[in-house]
């Protein structure tokens, strides 16, 4: 087997790299630092780190229900984008089931709107 | 662009299935729309109505024998048999699931989030009426099982195995009392079932490397041809093997069993012992008939020493037992060692044990949940044995039903539990497997133990202070318990006609 197949992939794995470590790289030069509180903080999704609350208390899930809800839509953003693409080809029988599809996802969204999973409070 | 071939698709054969996944939708956008106080009263008949749908498809598609939705899908004798105890076991589960009149509010916690203990907690427990989520949950899990049963390609099969787990592990975390035990048992089954899953996963990777298909009737053409590393066979069979062994709870993959079955509400309980394992066993005789016909010589000893461990750890291990729902459990891993004997007589008489077994079986343990949700106390349903001791004084009815289940599940003649005993045994004979008839009849003295010294105890102890009351069940409850207990009996007395269907369905499609 030819290795050739695998240039494209290493040369983007490249591009990757080099940009993650110019982008680091050039923000350390010129982006403007103004610390404040926040930036100081860890980063956790919606629990305080520290002090840390009695028996590991509750901590609000908002942050992973929109998370999810994303993550969802996000998936059915991946599945439109080549059925648009080969929209002709799969024709009436492409477009049913595209719909029936998308009224499942429509489903689960309705049950989180109306339980209340899109109030922030 | 418009040479794309569309897989030609069979909607009546697949119908069973639309149904069961439209019916969950439904639901779940009855739970979106409908107030709360009216979401039971809908969801209900809903469910037993989607069932009895499924089931008149099921029935209608009877005789058929074809592959449809490319090769995805196989919709042959054993698929529709199963497909068709699937519905039927699961809308006696749901009576159970549907019962109110025992506690108020139902089985299910109203607001699983609320922390354990809180004040709200304390609020919910006197009566808040619980999460109707319960029933759109179980149709998925049903709709999955369905799927399971009838997948003819391992992806398709792992897809399935996926839809009908995940709604098992979140109903397991709903039991309205002992919250805490729920939840250790949901997060359990959860992450060791996560685990069985990859393991699954990995094992159909190995089985593409090997046979370059996961067609099962690709895969048997590659394994009749010998052809290929029988390295990768045989670690991608086995690690496929860990996977279905771990649903239908085979020892060492029972580790989970007696947890969640204590843990979750009892309906559940039953649902799983029930619906799961007729699910499980029907993919395991499908990957090991259809797929791996041509390495039976190679994995029947490995399954073998399995199902005699099964049996082994189920009985012994049921002797200790103090809890009734852990007594259950273990009684349920031992059966599984006696249904793993059938399915290894690899002849077609092995094919319809397997499945007169997992009727009767299933049958015969919602029954007996069904008498575990009725004896409680102030705190909800007592499992604790001691507590059993003396129930033959206080409520005979009940005891004697309940006695007459225990005597099913140890086999004695006039119940179910002798005749399927007997039919896989028979079948493993048949099959030249003489070492597992031996095993299977030693374990089966065995495991009679427990069962008796309950009997024994509940009917020759006198009843004490701590002994509890038998509720009276309500209508759906006793719809459940006469349905189990009629059928332990009728495949007691008259096992004929169920041993003919079984025997005109074992025909798996290739």
């Given at each position: 087997m030819s290795l050739s197949a695998y240039v494209p992939i290493i040369a983007l794995f490249a591009l990757a790299a080099a940009f993650a470590l110019f982008s680091v790289g050039v923000s350390q030069i010129v982006g403007p630092k103004r610390y404040n509180r926040a930036k100081l903080e860890a980063y956790e999704c919606g629990i305080e780190p520290s002090p840390q609350p009695v028996g590991g208390g509750r901590f609000p899930i908002k942050f992973y229900l929109t998370a999810m809800l994303f993550i969802i839509f996000d998936i059915e953003i991946i599945f439109l984008y080549p059925?648009?693409?080969?929209?002709?080809?799969?024709?009436?029988?492409?477009?049913?089931?595209?719909?029936?599809?998308?009224?499942?996802?429509?489903?689960?969204?309705?049950?989180?709107?109306?339980?209340?999973?899109?109030?922030?409070? | 662009m418009n040479d794309l071939k569309l897989p030609a698709i069979d909607y009546a054969a697949l119908a069973p299935m639309l149904i069961l996944f439209g019916?969950?939708?439904?639901?779940?956008?009855?739970?979106?729309?409908?107030?709360?106080?009216?979401?039971?009263?809908?969801?209900?008949?809903?469910?037993?109505?989607?069932?009895?749908?499924?089931?008149?498809?099921?029935i209608a598609e009877a005789g058929t024998r074809k592959r449809t939705a490319g090769e995805a899908i196989a919709i042959d004798g054993p698929a529709l048999f199963l497909q068709g105890a699937i519905i039927v076991l699961g809308v006696v589960a749901l009576l159970l699931i549907a019962e109110r009149s025992l506690e108020p509010g139902g089985p299910f916690v109203a607001q699983p989030a609320r922390p354990v203990g809180s004040e709200a907690d304390r609020s919910q427990a006197a009566g808040e009426g619980g999460a109707t989520e319960a029933y759109p949950l179980v149709m998925f899990a049903l709709a999955g099982m369905l799927l399971f049963v009838a997948a003819n390609d391992l992806l398709t099969m792992f897809v399935a195995?996926?839809?009908?787990?995940?709604?098992?592990?979140?109903?397991?975390?709903?039991?309205?009392?002992?919250?805490?035990?729920?939840?250790?048992?949901?997060?359990?089954?959860?992450?060791?079932?996560?685990?069985?899953?990859a393991f699954f996963?990995?094992?159909?990777?190995?089985?593409?490397?090997?046979?370059?298909?996961?067609?099962?009737?690709?895969?048997?053409?590659?394994?009749t041809a010998g052809t290929g590393s029988?390295?990768?066979?045989?670690?991608?069979?086995?690690?496929?093997?860990?996977?279905?062994?771990?649903?239908?709870?085979?020892?060492?993959?029972?580790?989970?069993?007696?947890?969640?079955?204590?843990?979750?509400?009892?309906?559940?309980?039953?649902?799983?012992?029930?619906?799961?394992?007729?699910?499980?066993?029907?993919?395991?005789?499908?990957?090991?008939?259809?797929?791996?016909?041509?390495?039976?010589w190679d994995f029947r000893p490995i399954i073998g020493v399995i199902a005699i461990l099964t049996m082994l750890v189920?009985?012994?291990?049921?002797?200790?037992?103090?809890?009734?729902?852990?007594?259950?459990?273990?009684?349920?891993?031992?059966?599984?060692?006696?249904?793993?004997?059938g399915v290894l007589a690899m002849t077609p008489e092995g094919v319809s044990s397997t499945l007169f077994y997992l009727v009767a079986y299933g049958f015969t343990v919602i029954a007996a949940f069904a008498v575990v949700t009725l004896v409680r106390d102030a705190d909800g349903e007592a499992t604790h044995l001691s507590r059993w001791a003396g129930l033959g004084r206080r409520s005979p009815l009940f005891a004697g039903v309940f006695t007459?289940?225990?005597?099913?599940?140890?086999?004695?003649?006039?119940?179910?539990?002798?005749?399927?005993?007997?039919?896989v045994f028979g079948a493993a004979f048949g099959g030249g497997q003489v070492w597992l008839v031996v095993a299977?009849?030693?374990t089966s003295m065995l495991l009679a133990f427990p069962y008796l010294r309950v009997v024994v105890m509940m009917w020759l102890s006198e009843p004490g202070e701590s002994t509890p009351s038998v509720s009276v069940p309500g209508a759906f409850t006793s719809a459940a318990l006469v349905i189990g207990v009629l059928v332990t009996l009728l495949l007691g007395v008259l096992p004929g006609p169920l041993l003919d269907l079984t025997t005109r369905a074992g025909d798996f499609v290739r």
């Amino acid at each position: 087997m030819s290795l050739s197949a695998y240039v494209p992939i290493i040369a983007l794995f490249a591009l990757a790299a080099a940009f993650a470590l110019f982008s680091v790289g050039v923000s350390q030069i010129v982006g403007p630092k103004r610390y404040n509180r926040a930036k100081l903080e860890a980063y956790e999704c919606g629990i305080e780190p520290s002090p840390q609350p009695v028996g590991g208390g509750r901590f609000p899930i908002k942050f992973y229900l929109t998370a999810m809800l994303f993550i969802i839509f996000d998936i059915e953003i991946i599945f439109l984008y080549p059925w648009a693409v080969t929209f002709d080809a799969l024709g009436l029988f492409g477009f049913v089931e595209m719909i029936l599809f998308i009224t499942t996802v429509f489903i689960a969204y309705a049950y989180v709107w109306r339980r209340g999973g899109l109030e922030w409070d | 662009m418009n040479d794309l071939k569309l897989p030609a698709i069979d909607y009546a054969a697949l119908a069973p299935m639309l149904i069961l996944f439209g019916v969950a939708c439904l639901g779940v956008l009855v739970e979106a729309a409908v107030p709360r106080a009216r979401r039971g009263l809908v969801q209900v008949p809903l469910g037993l109505l989607g069932l009895v749908a499924a089931l008149v498809f099921v029935i209608a598609e009877a005789g058929t024998r074809k592959r449809t939705a490319g090769e995805a899908i196989a919709i042959d004798g054993p698929a529709l048999f199963l497909q068709g105890a699937i519905i039927v076991l699961g809308v006696v589960a749901l009576l159970l699931i549907a019962e109110r009149s025992l506690e108020p509010g139902g089985p299910f916690v109203a607001q699983p989030a609320r922390p354990v203990g809180s004040e709200a907690d304390r609020s919910q427990a006197a009566g808040e009426g619980g999460a109707t989520e319960a029933y759109p949950l179980v149709m998925f899990a049903l709709a999955g099982m369905l799927l399971f049963v009838a997948a003819n390609d391992l992806l398709t099969m792992f897809v399935a195995l996926e839809v009908f787990s995940l709604p098992l592990y979140l109903l397991c975390a709903l039991a309205r009392r002992r919250r805490l035990l729920s939840q250790e048992a949901a997060l359990k089954y959860f992450l060791l079932g996560a685990y069985a899953s990859a393991f699954f996963l990995f094992g159909i990777a190995l089985i593409y490397g090997y046979a370059g298909a996961i067609t099962f009737s690709r895969i048997h053409q590659a394994v009749t041809a010998g052809t290929g590393s029988g390295v990768l066979l045989f670690a991608g069979l086995a690690l496929l093997a860990i996977g279905l062994l771990f649903k239908a709870a085979a020892a060492p993959f029972h580790v989970w069993t007696p947890d969640v079955y204590q843990g979750a509400p009892t309906p559940i309980t039953s649902l799983m012992a029930a619906c799961t394992k007729t699910a499980a066993f029907g993919a395991l005789l499908r990957v090991l008939y259809v797929g791996f016909p041509g390495a039976t010589w190679d994995f029947r000893p490995i399954i073998g020493v399995i199902a005699i461990l099964t049996m082994l750890v189920g009985a012994v291990l049921a002797v200790t037992q103090t809890d009734m729902k852990r007594l259950l459990a273990y009684s349920s891993i031992a059966n599984a060692g006696y249904l793993l004997v059938g399915v290894l007589a690899m002849t077609p008489e092995g094919v319809s044990s397997t499945l007169f077994y997992l009727v009767a079986y299933g049958f015969t343990v919602i029954a007996a949940f069904a008498v575990v949700t009725l004896v409680r106390d102030a705190d909800g349903e007592a499992t604790h044995l001691s507590r059993w001791a003396g129930l033959g004084r206080r409520s005979p009815l009940f005891a004697g039903v309940f006695t007459f289940l225990l005597l099913a599940f140890a086999g004695i003649p006039l119940t179910s539990g002798f005749t399927s005993k007997f039919a896989v045994f028979g079948a493993a004979f048949g099959g030249g497997q003489v070492w597992l008839v031996v095993a299977g009849v030693v374990t089966s003295m065995l495991l009679a133990f427990p069962y008796l010294r309950v009997v024994v105890m509940m009917w020759l102890s006198e009843p004490g202070e701590s002994t509890p009351s038998v509720s009276v069940p309500g209508a759906f409850t006793s719809a459940a318990l006469v349905i189990g207990v009629l059928v332990t009996l009728l495949l007691g007395v008259l096992p004929g006609p169920l041993l003919d269907l079984t025997t005109r369905a074992g025909d798996f499609v290739r």
